[in-house]
Structures are given as C-alpha cells and as structure tokens.
C-alpha cells in the first residue's frame, strides 16, 4: 500500500513555502496541491475561485479542515537551521495548513468513518473570496477547524470582529492666520475621533481585552499646506468588537456621536460610510471540538492546553457567524511570527500537530489510528 511518512510531510512543507502565493497569486500553489492529493488517490478539485477541495471518506459527522493558501507579500528564502525551517508563511498560514494536507492523507488511508472536507481556500489576507464561495457552494459540517497559527499546544477558540469606518467631512477652507473664520474639517475629524472613541470603549467593561471596543483612527488625509485650513479631509476607523456585538448597531453610535460633535460646526458636512465589516466569533468552551482537540494535545504533548483569543479577524469569523457550525482554529507556529520579515517554524512542532490533528479526527470519524502511526513515522 502507498504510505505518507513524516519525510513526505516535511517536503510538502518546504515545497509550499518556496511556491511564493501572495494573495491574487495563489494559482501555482493551488496545482501543487492538487497534484499531490490526487497522486495519494483522492477525489481532488479547484473551483472557480482558485479554492483546492477535496472529501475524503463519506457520511457523518462531516468535518471541515480549512486553511489559507495565500500570505502577505514579500518572499523569505526558504531554509533549515536545527531544527527550523523558515520561510515565508512557515506560520501564517502554510505550517498550519501543511498540516491539515498531511493529515487529510494519512486520514484517507485508515478508513474514516465520517467525511473530512478538505478546504484550501484563497484570498484569506485579502477579502476573504474563498471562505466566501464556500459558504455560497453551501459546504456544511458537523465542526470547522481553521488553519491559523495558534502554537502546537493552544486552540484559538475565539476572534473579535472588526468594522471599518470612512468619514470625509467638507468645508470652505482659508487662510490659517484667521481661523475663526473656517470650521476646520482635520480639527472636527479628530474631535469626533474622540468622542467616538470615548462612548464606544466605554459600551463594555471587562479586565479582559477581548470582551471589549478598541476604537483607532488609522488614516487621515487633507491639507494643502502648512498656512491653509483644509477644505476638506478624510479619515478612517478602525474598531474591533467583542463576541455579542454587531457592527450595524456600533455604525448608528458612530454616526450619533460624529454628528453630535461635527454639528457644533455650521460651515461643514459630513459624511460616513460602514464599508466593511466581520462578525465577532467565540466558540463554546465547553464544547465537544475543544474538548476532542484537548485530549488530543494533552495525550500528544503530555501538557495542559491553553485556550486563545484573538483581536484579529480570520475566516472563522465569516464562516461560523454564516453557517452557525461549531468552530475553533488549530495550527502549529508561533501567532507573534504572522506578518513580520522573519517567519519561521519548529519542524517537530509542525510534526506534532499533524498527528494533534490525526487523534483529533480519530475522535470525531474513528480512524484507524494505529494504522496512521504505522504509517507517520
Ligand atoms: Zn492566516
């Protein structure tokens, strides 16, 4: 029989990383996997948005494996040292999606008794385009495992949501020796920054970050010149929302308070926009995925595992806030590594995961796990 050792793991991990895949760009790396799933026999396809699926086994429960192709630009050679290999995405996201990939082959080979729906989707760092078409293909499972670094012995149960907000607010403008005589679009936008910040922060109090607003204003454009009141400037916000709230009625706050504060102006409009938005996800701690993941850790790495959330966003969001399936993400790679110029993971790390995610499954669609040891060595 053909067989999927942990030397094989390591090279698709390698090869991933030297396939550079910035977002828009994940073509390459998507036949690549394909080729490789369909040399191990299964039932791979690409679809219209560049996602690689694959279903392996059949029935119920179904179990969704999702990770993302792409990564940031900006390529890192890829090399070893000890026991490291670096590159670019080593963490975010391709050692956690590797993962999943290694996984789903040696899964196929010890009769699964449920189906694990493979998912390698693009666009994650982008406008999230596949997590996207597979909502609207309506791919439905029984849980969701999203590929993001969250270290081999942590579970991320849960990401906050996030909005953004453009406000422009126009005005006549003039010489800036007389400025009681122009209201001043750039000095209005940072006073409605203020109080926008002051009310949303305050909608919820914890000693917890997670379950509160953050409110940042992370772009302003106006002015002509050091000796002229703007005519006119532009801002965006940035604020990020706790597991309970929603974005719609955050914008109505937003709106009341830039209103509030730009009134006081009588020469100036404003005006707002909500032009995009992510739902806050928390998985139930309790839940039987997180328990099935903590066996799996605690039996692997023989340590207490720890329970993450993040500030940021992923397509677990957008997937379970749409789909209401029960959710967490898994992957090897330190989450303090994602973005940065230097990338790297732990080669055994990204071993141990592979077999996290083995007993995980063995758990929920009883593999043969004796047979995918046999097999993982
Ligand atoms: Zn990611």
Same mark, same amino acid.
């Given at each position: ?16 990383? *030297? ?10 790396? +998507? ?31 179904? =179990? ?48 699964? !008794? ?14 999230? #385009? ?8 309506? $791919?439905? +499972? ?22 953004? $907000? ?30 926008? !910040?002051? #009310? ?13 607003? @953050? ?8 002015? $002509? ?32 308070? +830039? ?23 928390? *998985? ?6 997180? !328990? ?32 209401? $399936? ?26 141990? @995961?592979?077999? =996290? ?7 929920? =669609? ?12």
């Amino acid at each position: 029989m053909c067989v999927y050792t942990r030397r094989e793991a390591i090279d698709t991990l390698s090869r991933m990383l *030297e396939i550079y895949s910035p977002t828009g760009s994940e073509g390459e790396l +998507a036949d690549f996997i394909y080729r490789l799933l369909s040399d191990h026999g299964l039932n791979a396809r690409i679809d219209s948005v560049g996602n690689v699926t694959a279903s392996i086994g059949c029935g119920d429960p179904k =179990i969704l494996l999702c990770g993302h192709m792409d990564t940031i630009p900006g390529y890192i050679p890829v090399r070893v040292r000890g026991m490291r290999m670096y590159g670019r995405g080593a963490v975010d996201a391709k050692g956690p999606l590797a993962s999943m990939v290694s996984a789903s082959i040696v899964a196929s080979y010890c009769k699964p !008794k449920g189906t694990i729906i493979l998912a390698c989707v693009v666009d994650e760092e982008g406008g999230s #385009r596949g997590i996207s078409k597979l909502i609207d293909d309506g $791919v439905k +499972a029984d849980y969701a495992v999203f590929g993001e670094p969250s270290g081999t012995s942590n579970i991320t149960v849960g990401y906050k949501g996030s909005m953004h $907000v453009k406000m422009t607010v126009k005005g006549i403008g003039g010489h800036a020796s007389a400025p009681w005589l122009f209201d001043n679009p750039l000095e209005a936008i940072f006073e409605a920054y203020r109080c926008i !910040k002051e #009310r949303v922060e305050s909608l919820a109090q914890s000693d917890d970050r997670f379950y509160k607003y @953050s409110v940042a204003l992370t772009m302003v454009e106006g002015g $002509v010149a050091a000796n002229v009141i703007p005519s006119e400037a532009e801002s965006y916000l940035d604020i990020r929302l706790p597991p309970g709230s929603d974005s719609a009625s955050i914008y109505e706050i937003v709106k009341q308070e +830039a209103l509030k504060t730009i009134g006081k102006y009588r020469r100036i409009k404003l005006s707002m926009e909500l032009f995009d938005s992510t739902p806050p996800y928390e *998985e139930r701690h309790e839940s039987q995925l997180v !328990k099935v993941f903590q066996d799996a850790i605690k039996s692997e790495l023989n340590t207490e595992p720890g329970l993450l959330k993040k500030s940021g966003t992923s397509d677990m969001n957008i997937y379970s806030a749409k789909t209401n $399936v029960s959710s967490i993400a898994y992957g090897p790679g330190d989450p303090r590594l994602s973005h940065r110029n230097v990338e790297w993971i732990e080669i055994e790390d990204y071993l141990h @995961s592979v077999r =996290i995610l083995l007993k995980a499954l063995s758990n929920l =669609i009883g593999l043969d796990l004796n047979e995918a040891y046999r097999m993982f060595v």
